[in-house]
């Protein structure tokens, strides 16, 4: 992975802050992580409509309280999202990893996951 460091040549304001170079990964993780909640969140939304299984499945996490609709795919995104946090943020935690990469990663990932929670697309997949 790339090795980055505070380049106080070419930006002097950096060196008066005297700033300690700490590892990209922890960063890099959380970034991929909200990225592939949000992926979670979609494909959790879409196979609900796809499949009377997962339906049910899903279903099953609104409890007596009536929670609604959206408590099983919000809970399936959650665990999707600190899962994949906790193992990123493991195998990064001293690592000096490309953070524009991981941000676009994690853009990419959000931006599919959004697209599959609206309605038109979601609905194309029912079943």
Not at 10 to 29: R, Y
Not at 87 to 96: A, E, F, H, P, Y
């Amino acid at each position: 992975m790339a090795t980055l460091t505070h380049n106080e040549e070419s930006i002097p304001e950096l060196a008066e802050l005297k700033l300690a170079d700490k590892p990209d990964g922890p960063g890099a993780a959380a970034m991929v992580a909200a990225g592939f909640g949000t992926f979670a969140l979609g494909v959790a939304t879409t196979l609900n409509e796809a499949s009377e299984g997962i339906h049910d499945f899903l279903d099953g996490f609104s409890g007596e309280t009536g929670v609604g609709p959206l408590s099983g795919k919000t809970i399936v995104a959650s665990i999707g999202f600190f899962l994949s946090w906790l193992v990123l943020g493991v195998l990064w935690k001293n690592k000096d990893v490309d953070i524009k990469k991981a941000f676009w990663v994690g853009l990419v990932l959000g931006l599919i996951g959004a697209v599959f929670t609206f309605p038109p697309v979601f609905e194309a997949f029912a079943g």
